[in-house]
């Protein structure tokens, strides 16, 4: 089973700026489909971008316009890029690799997580 590990969280200011990593144990290219995953608090994980082996984009409209994400197969790497973040934006972020319906509607591999808070 793939293993994926995530990195480039942290604490960061309203406004300012994050890039997290998701580095896979196995070439990614045989999967359809990475994206990334957050949950806050007391609430559900949800999705916040995906990208295929296409380069088919899908994104949260919470966060369209401020985060791309990107997937580098020469490296088994997928990145979020997050811009003007938000204290909304706090949570755990997850990312997951799988096949398109798999990763988009939750299902697949999963990393163990990086943290992202976002507050002054």
């Known amino acids: 089973q793939v293993q994926l590990v995530e990195s480039g969280g942290g604490l960061v200011q309203p406004g300012g700026s994050l890039r997290l990593s998701c580095a896979a144990s196995?070439?990614?290219?045989?999967?359809?489909?990475m994206g990334w995953y957050r949950q806050a608090p007391g609430k559900q994980r949800e999705l916040v971008a995906a990208v295929s082996s296409g380069l088919q984009i899908k994104y949260a409209d919470s966060v369209k316009g401020r985060f791309t994400v990107s997937r580098d197969n020469a490296k088994n790497t997928v990145y979020l890029q997050m811009n003007s973040l938000k204290p909304e934006d706090t949570g755990v972020y997850y990312c997951a690799a799988g096949t398109w319906g798999a990763v988009i509607y939750g299902y697949g591999n999963w990393g163990q997580g990086t943290q992202v808070t976002v507050s002054s």
């Open positions: 196995e070439s990614i290219g045989r999967f359809n489909a």
